[in-house]
């Protein structure tokens, strides 16, 4: 599965964005999908993520009650809607196919990720 992040941008803080994963091949359905991130400096980190039906979602504590995850799999996209944005969001972010098991562990190809800056 190649993936194609987009809808990054600058943004102040407590505005909002709309993040897209567009993903090809016919299994993308079949996958537990996830965003993580990515700031300078740090390591890449777990964001959200969501089972194959959309059924079941997971977030990070400190994006809870702020970010969205959902999915389209007639499109093969996945979403995340990020509001009441921080200047502490600011980071690359990036999707990818998780582990059933632990629902936050990724595998497979990163893509090249979306900038996300947020500006106090």
């Known amino acids: 599965v190649q993936l194609v992040e987009s809808g990054g941008g600058l943004v102040q803080a407590g505005g909002s964005l709309r993040l897209s994963c567009a993903a090809s091949?016919?299994?993308?359905?079949?996958?537990?999908m996830g965003w993580f991130r990515q700031a300078p400096g740090k390591e890449r980190e777990f964001v959200a993520s969501?089972?194959?039906?959309?059924?079941?979602?997971y977030y990070a504590d400190s994006v809870k009650g702020r970010f969205t995850i959902s999915r389209d799999n007639a499109k093969n996209t996945v979403y995340l809607q990020m509001n009441s944005l921080k200047p502490e969001d600011t980071a690359v972010y990036y999707c990818?196919?998780?582990?059933?098991?632990?629902?936050?562990?990724?595998?497979?190809?990163w893509g090249q990720g979306t900038q996300v800056t947020v500006s106090s």
């Open positions: 990818n196919a998780v582990d059933l098991a632990t629902m936050n562990r990724p595998f497979g190809s």
């Open positions: 091949g016919r299994t993308f359905s079949s996958y537990a």
């Open positions: 969501i089972s194959w039906s959309g059924g079941r979602t």
